[in-house]
């Protein structure tokens, strides 16, 4: 690929390729998530990449080298890998004295970080420490969010928002019920946030509806909120910015009530009802011999103010007495 003046231009197809699958697109690409650990680590940050890595495959890259960041401080080695990996999302694990443990969750957009947040773990269960059957890799999870906090406190919102993007895999059309197999579970409480994994199991309940059983397969993390980086609300509302074309456009005469039932209005021109065609019933037909009776008294009538009328208008004569 050769560089003139500031425009990357391929010189062969696969390099074209490379870049039109990099170039913007009305519907984007799933989002993959780069995982690394920084200078220094302990077995818990290092299991739980490794864990989050299980849950987030394939749409994820693993970095097994060290790498010496501070991403609160210097987040140009980041955005560096993001755009080399063609990564929007990120977990970097490190430990130290001041804050042990840690995760950070990030978000970037453009290859420029957008929001970070940092969480230290307290508890953490491996995937190896619970002997129960995994889901499949790939498996779509089901997100729960239970907790007063990720509705009202600005952090917390934020945290949910990068968290349902960092595990809410592709988007599809429709999901069949025994795809369905995995739900992660994430409660704020107490100023601390809970994260379990369960596997939906579906048992026999005499009826056509299953009865479903939840059984923890891990990892399981008990997490403490720290530092936060979040991006201003100008810079957050540029990245929800949708093209034009993905709009739905208005429908006229159409309106949905509470309950989400569909309404139309039909416009019509002015009808004329002096030609409309009715239908004919036979229940309102007349019966034969009292169409005949009906049409004799009829013409006896007539003849009566027939001869009536005639009278009324012959002059009248005078009698005269011999």
Known sequence: MTYTDGIVKPKTKRAKRFLQGREPKLTENVKNAM?????NTTDTVSQALKDIYALKKPNAVLYKKKNIMRPFEDSTSLEFFSKKSDCSLFLFGSHNKKRPNNLIFGRLFDYHVLDMIELGIEKFTSLKDIKMSKCPEGTKP????????FDFDNEHKRLKS???DFFRGPTVSSVRLAGLEHVLHFTALEGKIYMRSYKVLLKKSGCRTPRIE????GPSFDFVLRRTHLASDDL???AHRQPKALKPKKKKNI???AFGTKFGRLHMQKQNLEKLQTRKMKGLRKRRGQHVATE???TETAATETAATEESTSPKKLRVDE
């Not at 995982?35 to 200078?39: L, N, R, T, V």
């Not at 939840?214 to 397969?217: F, S, V």
């Open 162 to 164: 990068v968290l349902i």
């Open 214 to 217: 939840l059984d923890e397969i």
């Open 142 to 149: 089901m997100l729960v969010f239970a907790g007063e906090a």
């Open 255 to 257: 309106s949905h009530d």
């Open 35 to 39: 995982i690394m650990k920084g200078g």
């Open 236 to 238: 957050y509302k540029t």
């Open 296 to 298: 004799t008294a009829a």
